[in-house]
Each structure stands twice: as C-alpha cells, then as structure tokens.
C-alpha cells in the first residue's frame, strides 16, 4: 500500500514556475513506475510526465516538454515536477500516482496506476 501527498500549487503568472512535490508513504516506493496526470474543470484526466524507477529517462507529454521536468529521491520518497514558462493552459488539478507493474504502452493512460494523491490545484493566469 502506497499513500501519496501533492503539494506545491497555487497561483501563477503566465511565464512562471511551480514546483510540485509528491511524498509518498509505503514500503519500496523506489520500486514503482510514477506518474503526473492532470485534469482541467471539464476535460478528462491527461498524462504529464512519469518516470519508471529502473529508467532515468523521464517521459512527457508534447505540450510540456522543454517545459517540464520530473525527477524522484528514491531515499526521501519524493517525486518532483518543476514547472517552468507556465501558460493558462497548464491550468488544471495535478495529481502524482503510482503503479508497480506498467508496461512502457500504458505509462500514459491513468488506469495503469494503482496509487493516486488527493491533486493540487495549479491555477495559470493574470
């Protein structure tokens, strides 16, 4: 069992930066595939950006690469997103998950993930 805390929202101007934080509690968490989904009033859950924990390589979404980066502390517990040059459609709630067994085709789709945070709210505008 895994339990998993987002922090790190809030209200942003447009060309600015957040930094999420998601803590997890559980045993072996470095273990797990995680993932950052997020979802805007209306529209259906996305997928951000994940990171196996066997690959160093992080995946993104199109609309965020360059912009985006994920990064984990296997010994804190603790995945990150640092969100640079935010734009109003980066508006949305962002949640952190977390499954232990996805196969590489599935890192995108949220049914892959068992765990999922409570989300944060990312809100991008003047």
């Known amino acids: 069992q895994v339990q998993l805390v987002e922090s790190g929202g809030g209200l942003v101007q447009p060309g600015g930066s957040l930094k999420l934080v998601c803590t997890a509690s559980?045993?072996?968490?470095?273990?797990?595939?995680v993932g950052w989904f997020r979802q805007a009033p209306g529209k259906e859950r996305e997928f951000v950006a994940a990171l196996r924990s066997t690959n160093s390589n992080p995946y993104y979404t199109d609309s965020v690469k360059g912009r985006f980066t994920c990064s984990r502390d296997n010994a804190k517990n603790t995945v990150y997103l640092q969100m640079n040059n935010l734009k109003p459609e980066d508006t949305a709630v962002y949640y952190c998950a977390a499954g232990s067994r996805i196969i590489l085709s599935s890192l995108r789709q949220p049914d892959a993930y068992d765990y999922w945070g409570q989300g944060t709210q990312v809100t991008v505008s003047y």
């Open positions: 559980g045993r072996a968490f470095n273990t797990y595939t």
